[in-house]
């Protein structure tokens, strides 16, 4: 995660609140690690959807491969803000 995705993430904190905003963030994280898994998974058992196209060397995802954050940030975001989640369980006054 580099500074960019820290300035996104406090932009997306900023617009939709605390609670959306941390909601999205958990949400980012967790959309992000089941993406890269599946991509994973699927370079393995050999399917073209492994390669991804989204990185430098097309030598398919490791564990050691570096993907972009932002786009699942911005999911994240968006999901929390449609569905309302509030994953803190906190009431607002």
Known sequence: MGFGDAKLGLSVGLLLGATLGFSAIVLAFWIGAFVSLLYI??????????????????NGLTMKSEIPFAPFIIIGAWVSLVLNLNLLHVTSF
């Open 41 to 58: 998974f699927l370079g393995k058992i050999g399917l073209p959807a492994g390669k991804a196209g989204f990185l430098k060397n097309d």
